[in-house]
């Protein structure tokens, strides 16, 4: 049985102790930005949100929301979002599930109460970050309703993709359903993760990403031979030009 919780400020020794466990076990630890105890303590407090799921009174992963207003460090900085706007900003911050407690779909659960609870503030945009090299990462963002819009460099010169997402409404829905090739007939198309300069130059000329293609578990490499593909569809932010 799992169960969420809202975290207070007394959680900061065990949000700091379970970020160390679960960087110090990634295989690569750059897709991975460990939180200062002040930003902890500023998210834990009036600063933001952070959640905590338990099992069997063990603490197996955690989700931070953070709300910038006026402080630097604002993800909207990044698009043509209006300054007025900046104090309706949270940022969907960390999100870590240890390794043990994988695949219990445990980032839906933490997402959905965070979404849920959010709906009480004045908050219009989410932004997000995640690591091209992190599928996993960015497929949970996908799966709350974000969606990758631009590639940035961030946390010291690391690439990550920018997520966005209008609160509540959500995005229109972008007729997800083409079939699974390199350029679909619906005008939409595929591009692996790892083609980062391809994905710089299709958010450069008004593609999103709209969905996330993992690849086909194979006996013999692991996958069915394709790297994570981004389907990418021509939409437009709903806000600045
Ligand atoms: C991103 C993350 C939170 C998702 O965890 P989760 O909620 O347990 O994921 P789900 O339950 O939706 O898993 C979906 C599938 O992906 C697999 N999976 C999830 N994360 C995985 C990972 N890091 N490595 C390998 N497989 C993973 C699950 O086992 C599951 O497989 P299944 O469909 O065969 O059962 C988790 O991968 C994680 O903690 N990663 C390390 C921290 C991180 O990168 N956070 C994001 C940046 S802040």
Redesign the pocket.
């Known amino acids: 049985m799992f169960t969420v919780e809202r975290l207070g400020p007394q959680a900061l020794g065990l949000l700091l102790d379970l970020q160390e466990r679960?960087h110090a076990a990634?295989p690569d630890g750059s897709?991975?930005?460990r939180s200062s105890a002040d930003f902890l303590s500023y998210c834990l407090a009036e600063g933001g949100r952070c959640y905590a799921v338990r099992h069997r009174g063990e603490t197996v992963a955690y989700r931070v929301v953070y709300f910038p207003r006026d402080r630097e460090f604002n993800l909207a900085k990044d698009v043509p979002l209006p300054a007025e706007e900046y104090a309706r900003v949270a940022h969907w911050d960390?999100?870590?599930?240890l390794p043990r407690?994988?695949?219990?779909?445990?980032?839906?659960l933490m997402n959905a109460r965070a979404l849920s609870d959010l709906r009480e503030t004045g908050i219009r945009h989410l932004f997000a970050t995640?690591s091209p090299r992190?599928p996993?990462?960015v497929r949970?963002l996908i799966a709350a309703g974000f969606r990758p819009v631009r590639l940035v460099v961030k946390f010291g010169g690391n690439q990550r993709f920018l997520f966005y997402r209008p609160f509540p409404g959500g995005w229109e829905p972008a007729g997800d359903d083409a079939p699974d090739d390199a350029q679909d007939h619906t005008g939409g198309k595929l591009l692996p993760l790892s083609a980062t300069g391809d994905l710089e130059a299709a958010f450069g000329s008004g593609w999103i990403g709209t969905d996330l293609h993992m690849g086909v578990a194979n006996a013999t490499n692991g996958t069915d031979g394709t790297a994570p593909r981004l389907r990418m569809r021509r939409r437009s932010l709903p806000f600045g030009t």
Do not use: E, K
């Open positions: 679960i990634l897709v991975f930005q960390t999100i870590a599930v407690w994988r695949g219990h779909r445990l980032s839906a995640s992190n996993h990462g949970s």
